[in-house]
Each structure stands twice: as structure tokens, then as C-alpha cells.
């Protein structure tokens, strides 16, 4: 299905990128949020992508003709045929949401939720019926970075993931399906742990912030940009794979683990980052260092659309 008719339930950082991103498809886009500056923040967020959405592909991106704002989410979802969800992480909030809609969805409308760590059976609580709702979790900025993350359950309808799955594969996106539901689920999880080493090494006095950041971009994070890290650790192992990788270099690993930290967000934690990144960053602004981001990770997604393009059929 087509889906021309796509619903976006609240326009933080997320429901914004989302809405640049389904416009930009040609969609018609009607955004929830009950903020009365949304209509500005959203047309100027959707202008400002324009060139990044460009590139990507999208022959509408930055028109904003097929935008619609409205304070009431009843308005929103009434003729609605994809429902994009992205309100803030409270479950009071969104079951709230969710019974304030439910009487007024149609019968085939899928519900999608952005949520980055609640999980899937506590939000279906907030529905009678909650056949059509599922996970769909991006990762920021969801206009520009590829990832959504999918799950379903038994109280899902047959196929309602699937369609959904065609649909973001359908507008660019690459999706991977949870099949045990965890708190922040799986890239977030793997960014937590990697985040939480970081701030152990820094509070040990190991490296500095501004050291710990350039060993992952330049070193790892370059790598894992291309491969993940299993299949990385197989390429590692040589004609063994990642078997003889384990047999090899599986017990200095352990050892590794043996010796993560566990730090805690205290009050001097958060100094030390702030310190750290402010250091680093000099006199960098927020909007530089977005762009910055944002140009690099275009630049990747582009080369890797090449290459894909490229290959053997």
C-alpha cells in the first residue's frame, strides 16, 4: 500500500525530521502537536533538510504544500492511512494519545511508534485493540539516517508488520526486527554500553573526552560504519572466521568485560562530559556541529546507495 496519507503525532526533534522526510516522498502530511509554535519550527526543519533530502533522492523535499498542522489529534489521524507516532517518552502521555484516536482511526491504519525505549506491551495497554500498532523506532535524525527498528507480537495483526516494513524500505530506510522486547531495544543498548565504557575510561583517568571521541571516530567507528561488529570480528578471525576469532582472542576479551566499568550520571560524571565536549568543540555551535554531522553521514548514505546501484543484479 501506498500510504498517501500519513499522520505525524507529535513534532519534537523526531516527528519533525519525520514529517521533512514523508513530505518529501510527496506525501500529505498532517502534524499533531499541541505547541502553537509547530507550524514554524516544522516548515523551517523542512526547508532546512531540503538540500540533504535532495540529494538523497526525493523530488519533493523542502515543498511544503502538502502540509497540514493541526492541535487536535483527532483531526490528524481521521483519514490517515500510515500513522508515524512521536510523542514524549511518558506512557501516561501516550495512552492518553491512544485512547483520545482509537474511536477515530480507520480500520487498516497502521500505528508506528518512535518510542526510543519504552516497551511494546506497555504502550498496547493503552489501546482496546491494539492490532494495528506496532514499534517503529528511527534513529536521529530519522530523515537522514537509515535505521528503524520493528516488533510485533502476538496481538498484532497478521502482516501489519510486514506492510509496514515494505513501506519504510519503500521511502529509503533499512529495518531490523526485535524479536524479545528490552528496554532500548538494540541500537540504543549497544550505544548505552559504549557510552557507559566512555565515561569510565574518562572518569579513571585513562584519556581525556576529546581523546576518547577521536579513538572511536577514528579508529572503530569507521570500521563499524561499514560492517557490524560480528561480522567485522569474522573478517577478523581470516579463513577461520569468527570461530577461530573466539579461540584466538576470546579470553583477552573476557578479561576486557571483566574489567568494563560501571558508572553512575552523578553531578561530577555530567561535569567531566560537559568540560570535555566544550574542549573539544571549541567554540564549534550546535548548528555547525549538526551540519557537520549530518554532511558526513549523507556522504555515507550516498556511497553506499552507489555501491548498491553498482552491483550485479
Not at 152 to 161: H, M, P, R, S, Y
Not at 269 to 284: A, H, M, P, Q, R
Request: with cysteine; aromatic share 6%; glycine share 8%.
Amino acid at each position: 500500500m501506498n500510504y498517501p496519507n500519513i499522520a505525524i503525532l507529535g513534532a519534537g526533534t523526531i516527528g519533525m525530521s519525520w514529517t521533512a522526510l514523508f513530505a518529501a516522498t510527496g506525501r500529505q502530511v498532517t502534524v499533531y502537536d499541541p505547541s502553537p509554535e509547530t507550524e514554524d519550527r516544522v516548515t523551517a526543519l523542512v526547508k532546512k533538510t531540503a538540500e540533504t533530502l535532495a540529494a538523497l533522492g526525493w523530488q519533493h523535499a523542502g515543498d511544503t504544500s502538502k502540509l497540514r498542522f493541526t492541535n487536535d489529534p483527532v483531526a490528524a489521524v481521521s483519514d490517515a492511512d500510515f500513522i508515524q507516532e512521536s510523542v514524549p517518552e511518558r506512557l501516561e502521555i501516550k495512552h492518553g494519545l491512544y485512547q483520545q484516536i482509537e474511536p477515530h482511526l480507520k480500520p487498516e491504519v497502521i500505528i508506528g511508534s518512535s518510542t526510543s525505549g519504552l516497551k511494546l506491551s506497555e504502550m498496547q495497554a493503552g489501546f482496546n485493540n491494539p492490532s494495528r500498532f506496532i514499534l517503529a523506532h528511527p534513529f536521529n535524525p530519522p530523515h537522514l539516517i537509515p535505521l528503524v527498528e520493528l516488533m510485533d507480537n502476538e496481538k498484532t495483526d497478521a502482516g501489519v508488520l510486514q506492510s509496514a516494513k515494505d513501506f519504510y524500505e519503500s521511502i529509503g530506510k533499512v529495518c531490523v526486527r526485535l524479536n524479545k522486547e528490552v528496554p532500548g531495544h538494540i541500537a540504543n543498548r549497544l550505544q548505552a554500553a559504549i557510552w557507559r565504557e566512555t565515561i569510565h575510561l574518562a572518569m579513571e583517568g585513562v584519556a581525556s573526552v576529546e581523546d576518547i571521541d577521536k579513538a572511536v571516530t577514528y579508529g572503530p567507528g569507521l570500521r563499524w560504519a561499514a560492517m557490524g561488529p560480528n561480522t567485522l570480528l569474522h573478517l577478523g578471525g581470516g579463513e577461520g572466521g569468527i570461530r577461530s576469532f573466539c579461540d584466538h582472542l576470546g579470553g583477552p576479551f573476557q578479561s576486557w568485560w571483566d574489567d568494563l566499568g560501571t558508572p553512575r550520571i552523578t553531578p561530577e560524571v555530567v561535569d567531566t562530559l560537559e568540560d570535555g565536549v566544550k574542549t573539544s568543540l571549541e567554540n564549534t555551535s550546535m548548528q555547525e556541529l549538526a551540519k557537520r554531522r549530518d554532511d558526513l553521514v549523507l556522504q555515507y548514505v550516498l556511497s553506499g546507495r552507489t555501491k548498491k546501484e553498482k552491483s550485479p543484479a
